[in-house]
């Protein structure tokens, strides 16, 4: 054995010589990595945390050769990319519903449950198979339900959801899919394999701050992967894989505090942070210091001589910095543990310009009514927002009731796509472009009724209702300040996700809660209920005609009496005929 | 009068008992039958049944070359003349008798005295038990074919050893997903590059462009940060090193495999081969084997898993450099141990040639024509195994199970898997070598899609006693007067023809 080993080695010793040894320096094509934590003082009392980690990887995807060497970016996502000529793909798993009056804008949107949405390269010739295909590798890769997404709940919508990252031209929807899966539930199991997608694991940097016992014990929890094409530089000759992790979570302070106002990394997750990871470009911490420049709300310690500004969401915010790829952040402990005290806890809050809710009215079991509402809170300027609404095919849209109405009068939307349901087949996809006027409500009412299903349609539970996925509003929304519209590597991540194309107003979207309805439910014993009700019908009926048809009929005498009876049975013990 | 009205009555009772009876039995009960049967097409069984006894005949083709001055001159007339220079090149030493060459040739050495006064028919019976040798070292040998059929076919248990050889290889499938996978358990003391695709451009992709016949290769990298082995490897003093040895191989293994991910894009099996760069505090690390004495090539590989190295780089940097150290890994010596492990891996398993025999260093690429032929012929063998008990099971299954459905695909799938077994039979036997392989992964895929299809699992739990509950209802009260009518004419008739025989007598 060892001799053919040896031999072997010796016919491939030949083959060295024939080789250059090249030395390596691909510093370059390593791509690179950023990490981040912002952390934002909620006026409810609340913390929102937010990380977000970058891999960009410069490499010529468009081309159409086949990538199978990965060093930053993860295999497992780069495979599902080149397999299935993906261009842009987001995916968040959601727990908890983010509260958009009490909390502001988060920096990545997400709607409760399961949201995906992909836009593929126009060589895909079989957009639906490749997407069923995908759902189901995407459901093994996260340990989530996706696997459920079908024709029934997949969307082509045709405005609402435009690519992220660079375009190349097309934006033909034919390529985009879109579904939510309002239901699944997020956990552990979700959080694992999201964390494994980091070159570094949860074993150094800010990753390690996400222990699951602590992440999972929130009132709002949302993690995400964005893959999309973005430029290498600002001439944009070459594009590069960008692959976004973001996980937000909210804590609530009142519950676990013991109505004490303080807070630091430790108590939040049960860590503290002693290192960047040595693979990333920039590791940092941004706290958000704008209502507090004198400190008169809150108490920052160790304090951070860096502060910087950035525009987010349209506001200009104060943050104070924490870089960790340099020693000093760590101090003499070797190790940082941030903290906030509060002094007070007024503070008014600066109530979001946009925000929306849904729900639904009616009552029994045959007829409801579905209620949007959107409120636009800028005193003076009105925007254009953009509504998709997904509704499944068992609730049935009567699309001829629907109205939109704000402060009083109709509201005519300038743009309405449409797309009725079929039984069993595709959702009702409704898109309308509306234009909210200032400081108002507008509301969208379209009446429903709901459907029958069949006995195995329904879920286990179906008592429980059915889910109806939260609505979707994209908007322009007026900006205090210039927005920045050239991206570039220097900005932090918060503020880039979004492109922003001009200076007077930013994006942003915001999704309603989901809907639980509930449908007309059998008792499901009644199949076999109904399996004996009707055989015993028939088979009375049965009974019956056969006797008709095979008794012979014949008058008989009438029955002896009574008397008659008795006294005969004496007589026949005495031995003497009867009457 | 009154008796005779009667009697018609009763008679025409028992005319319509009859009939609703003859109605029921008639149309009803085929109704039922044919509403409530499941679905199945035909299955070719007979020709199943001869698959499950089926012989293999192999047959390789051989052409006896005789060098010059061989033969006598009226003997050489009409044989072509070929390789004389190769014998003088590459044989030398007297005790070799048989050389092996690159590709499908091999020359025999024989002595003058041999030859002397002999015609062609008589030296080819001289020559005949080492052709034999050699067509066992070039095409296929009993051993061969038996640890092909090793997963099929229950052999009486041979030694360890060869149970271990046959074990080792993967099984045959249409394609393999080859992983390399840079391991850096700390990369705060190593920053490691390597040119994994120059690597895989020189040393694998010709290995495998050879190999294309076989099935399709796919080739990945990645490089995993923070990923240890699992177990400790122990610090030895009086070496200065650390020390993994074989017994504790078996650990290392598993929680590895957790961070290489499983590939999302395809179903194949993955031949795994690892690169472990033990960070600055663990290093050098050894393997050693059961005697206690190092691996020369520091690399280990696991049977139908793939293989791991260790590469130390403490010697390439002073005790001053300053971490992380910037490493080049040396693909060359890397990859020399990965072909090695593929190799094996991919089922060339070379049992030592006979004594007398030489064979040729394998070229540039790594793999001779003749080791392509011996693996193309065992993995025949195999897939035509695999898919014959594919096959056999299903049909067997189906047979055994009357509630599964047969869906017209299924039939197709399963005969046109029969039939390309039949084809690669007797392109085996007619010694087409790449035909039969051909055939013989058309009929795995089919068997496969056949015996995996979901379809065959719909009406598969349908217990008894619930057809009996929901059946019941109807048919209790339905059958229970036409029995009672039936019963009582019997009797009514049994009784006329009794007083019958009564009047006779």
Redesign the interface.
């Known amino acids: 054995m060892a ?14 010589l ?2 250059i ?6 510093e370059t094509t390593l791509g690179h990595e950023q990490h981040e934590l912002v952390i934002r003082p909620l006026h409810s009392g609340d913390i929102y945390a937010s990380f977000q980690f970058r891999t960009v990887w410069e490499t010529d995807f468009m081309k159409g050769n086949k990538v ?5 970016f ?3 996502l780069g ?2 990319i ?2 299935f000529s993906v261009r842009e793909l987001h995916i968040s798993f959601t727990q908890g519903y983010w509260r958009t009056m009490q909390w502001g804008q988060p920096f990545i949107p997400s709607p409760p449950g399961a949201e995906l949405w992909v836009w593929f390269q126009d060589s895909v010739t079989d957009v639906d198979a490749t997407w069923k295909e995908l759902t189901n ?1 995407l459901s ?2 996260f340990c989530a339900s996706l696997n459920f997404i079908d024709s029934t709940n997949t969307l082509q919508p045709s405005a609402s959801f435009k690519p992220l990252g660079i375009g190349n031209g097309t934006t033909d929807h034919r390529f985009l899919r879109y579904a939510t899966l309002p239901r699944e539930i997020v956990c552990t199991e979700n959080l694992t394999p999201w964390k ?1 997608l980091l ?3 949860s ?2 940097g800010l990753a390690v701050l996400l222990k699951s016992e602590k992440l999972f014990h929130s009132s709002f929890h949302s993690q995400s992967v964005h893959i999309r094409p973005v430029c290498q530089d600002r001439q944009c000759k070459s594009s590069s894989w960008e692959l976004r992790q973001a996980l937000n979570v909210v804590f609530d302070l009142h519950t676990s505090g013991q109505s004490k106002r303080e807070w630091s990394l430790f108590k939040m997750f049960s860590r503290t942070l002693t ?1 960047a990871c ?2 990333a470009s920039s590791s940092k911490i941004y706290i958000d210091v704008t209502d507090n420049p004198q400190e008169e709300q809150f108490e920052l310690s160790p304090a951070t001589p860096l502060l910087s500004q950035a525009v987010v969401l349209g506001d200009r915010r104060t943050f104070s910095v924490y870089d960790l790829t340099q020693q000093v952040t760590f101090g003499t402990v070797r190790s940082l543990n941030l903290m906030i005290r509060w002094k007070s806890s007024e503070g008014d809050m600066l109530r979001p310009l946009l925000h929306a809710e849904r729900y639904v009215t009616g009552y029994g079991l045959q007829t409801g009514e579905i209620h949007t509402l959107m409120y636009n809170n800028h005193p003076f300027r009105s925007f254009p927002v953009l509504l998709l609404d997904s509704v499944p095919w068992y609730l049935r849209l009567y699309i001829h009731t629907l109205k939109v109405i704000s402060k009083g009068k109709d509201n005519n939307p300038s743009y309405i796509h449409y797309q009725p349901s079929k039984d069993r087949e595709r959702p009702h996809l409704l898109e309308m472009l509306l234009q909210l006027p200032p400081h108002s409500v507008t509301e969208v009412t379209v009446q429903f009724e709901r459907a029958l299903l069949k006995w195995t349609e329904y879920t286990p539970d179906p008592n429980h209702g059915f889910y109806v996925g939260s609505s979707v509003i994209s908007s322009l929304v007026p900006s205090t300040v210039a927005m920045e519209t050239n991206i570039t590597m220097e900005q932090p991540l918060f503020s880039s996700f979004f492109p922003c194309k001009e200076e007077s107003s930013y994006f942003a979207r915001v999704y309603t809660e989901p809907l639980l309805v509930n449908l007309p439910t059998p008792d499901f014993s009644m199949p ?1 209920n109904v ?2 009700l009707t ?2 019908v ?3 009926g ?2 019956s005609l ?2 008709l ?6 008058v008989e005498e009438p029955n002896p009496g009574l008397a008659k009876r008795i006294a005969n049975v004496i007589r026949r013990m005495r031995g003497v005929p009867p009457l | 009068m009154y008796f005779l009205a ?1 009697l018609s ?2 008679r ?3 005319l ?2 009859l009939s ?1 009876a003859a109605v029921v039995i008639v149309v009803g009960v085929p109704l039922w039958w044919r509403t409530t049967e499941t679905y199945r097409a035909w299955l070719p069984f007979s020709q199943i049944k001869d698959l499950s006894k089926l012989q293999l005949h192999l047959s390789a083709d051989v052409e006896v070359v005789f060098a010059r001055g061989t033969l006598t001159p009226e003997q050489q007339k009409k044989l072509p003349l070929t390789q004389t220079q190769d014998e003088e090149h590459a044989v030398d030493g007297d005790n070799v008798k048989v050389y092996i060459g690159q590709r499908r040739t091999a020359i025999l050495r024989i002595n003058a005295e041999m030859r002397a006064g002999k015609t062609v028919e008589q030296l080819l019976a001289v020559l005949k038990p080492q052709i034999k040798q050699v067509l066992q070292v070039m095409s296929f040998s009993h051993t061969d074919i038996t640890a092909a059929l090793s997963d099929r076919v229950r052999f009486n248990p041979g030694s360890k050893e060869s149970m271990t050889h046959s074990m080792r290889a993967f099984t045959s499938s249409p394609g393999y997903e080859i ?1 390399f996978s840079l391991l850096n358990p700390d ?2 003391s190593h920053r490691l ?6 690597a895989v451009q ?2 694998i992709q010709p290995f495998l462009t050879k190999l294309s016949p076989l099935a399709n290769f ?6 995993l ?2 990923a240890m082995l699992g177990v400790n490897p122990r610090y030895n003093n009086d070496r200065g090193a650390f020390i993994l040895h074989a017994d504790s191989l078996a650990h290392v293994i598993n929680p590895v495999e957790a ?1 290489l ?6 179903s194949n099996p993955v031949l795994n081969f690892l690169l472990y760069v033990p960070d600055a505090q663990h290093s050098p690390l050894y393997i050693q084997d059961h005697k206690k004495m190092d691996v ?2 520091n690399a280990f590989h696991s049977p139908r898993w793939g293989g791991i190295m260790v590469y130390n780089v403490k010697n390439l940097y002073g005790p001053e450099a300053e971490f ?1 150290v910037n490493i ?1 890994i ?3 010596e890397v ?3 990965f ?2 492990q593929l ?1 094996l891996l991919v089922g060339m398993e ?1 049992s ?1 040639p006979p004594p007398g025999f030489l064979v040729a ?4 690429v ?1 793999l001779a024509d003749w080791e392509l032929d011996r693996l193309m012929w065992s993995r025949s063998v195999e897939n035509i195994a695999t898919a014959t008990t594919t096959i056999t099971s299903l049909a067997q299954l189906l047979d055994q199970i009357g509630n599964i459905v047969i869906n017209d695909n299924i039939a197709q799938q399963v005969s046109s898997a029969v039939t390309s077994v039949q084809l690669a039979v007797a392109e085996l036997e007619a010694g087409n070598l790449g035909f039969a392989l051909q055939y013989s992964k058309e009929t795995i895929l089919a068997s496969e899609k056949a015996f995996f299809d979901p379809s065959l699992l719909h009406l598969l739990y349908f217990p008894d006693d619930q057809k009996f ?2 059946y019941i ?2 048919f ?3 059958c229970v ?2 029995l009672l ?1 039936l019963l009582k004419m019997a009797s009514e008739a049994r009784r006329r023809y009794r007083e019958k025989q009564a009047k006779k007598d």
């Not at chain 1, 031999?7 to 010793?13: D, E, G, P, Q, T």
């Not at chain 2, 260093?361 to 540039?364: F, I, L, Q, R």
């Open positions: 001799a053919h080993r040896c031999r072997y080695l010796a016919c491939l010793l030949l083959l060295f024939s080789v040894l090249v030395t390596m320096s691909q199978s060497h990965y060093r930053l993860p295999k497992s495979q599902v080149s397999k590798v093994g890769i494994k070159p570094c694991g074993k150094a290192e040595p693979l076999y399996i004996c055989c015993t028939v088979a009375v049965y009974g056969y006797n048809l095979t008794r012979s009929f014949q | 009667s009555e009763r025409r009772g028992q319509a008992a609703i992983t990369p705060r590059h390597w040119d994994i695709e120059g020189t040393y796919s080739i990945d990298s990645q490089m940060h923070y961070r991910g499983s590939n999302a894009a395809s020369p090539s992380p080049n040396n693909m060359a990859m020399g141990v072909l090695t190799r070379s030592p260093p394998c070229g540039s790594g509950a929901i209802p109807l209790l009260p339905m007067p036409i009518s």
